[in-house]
């Protein structure tokens, strides 16, 4: 997949094998619900929702997903995410295990409120 160059959501999406593509589907619906104002993008060649800038990246590997939430994040809920395999900003989740619904959206809502607070100093500053 990474030899593609993305435009679309939907174009990263097709490209997916149908077991991956279901549970990246979940992942992509628990986000929108989380973040409604959000917008879909890709970038860095990835799906990404984006609010106030970029608020989480999320793609398809063999045997996980990746969520791309940030350092910050995966500091804020590391207790939470301790069984999981994560690096600096990411966390995988196994295909198997299935997706934390309530923790990926506690994620999600924690980078909605953490850019809206970096847009309003940004704001203030001007």
């Given at each position: 997949?990474?030899?593609?160059?993305?435009?679309?959501?939907?174009?990263?999406?097709?490209?997916?094998?149908?077991?991956t593509?279901?549970?990246?589907?979940?992942?992509?619906?628990?986000?929108?619900?989380?973040?409604?104002?959000?917008?879909?993008?890709?970038?860095?060649?990835?799906?990404?929702?984006?609010?106030?800038?970029?608020?989480?990246?999320?793609?398809?590997?063999?045997?996980?997903?990746?969520?791309?939430?940030?350092?910050?994040?995966?500091?804020a809920f590391?207790?939470?995410?301790?069984?999981?395999?994560?690096?600096?900003g990411?966390?995988?989740?196994?295909?198997?295990?299935?997706?934390?619904?309530?923790?990926?959206?506690?994620?999600?809502?924690?980078r909605?409120?953490?850019?809206?607070?970096?847009?309003?100093?940004?704001?203030?500053?001007?």
């Amino acid at each position: 997949m990474t030899s593609i160059k993305f435009k679309t959501v939907d174009e990263y999406f097709s490209a997916l094998p149908e077991k991956t593509k279901g549970i990246l589907e979940e992942l992509r619906q628990i986000i929108k619900k989380a973040a409604p104002q959000a917008q879909e993008c890709i970038s860095y060649n990835m799906p990404a929702f984006k609010q106030n800038g970029i608020l989480v990246y999320y793609a398809a590997f063999q045997n996980h997903v990746s969520l791309f939430s940030t350092g910050s994040a995966i500091l804020a809920f590391q207790e939470e995410l301790s069984t999981y395999k994560t690096s600096k900003g990411t966390v995988q989740l196994p295909i198997e295990k299935g997706i934390p619904i309530d923790l990926v959206k506690r994620i999600v809502e924690f980078r909605v409120n953490e850019n809206l607070g970096k847009a309003r100093k940004k704001d203030k500053k001007e």
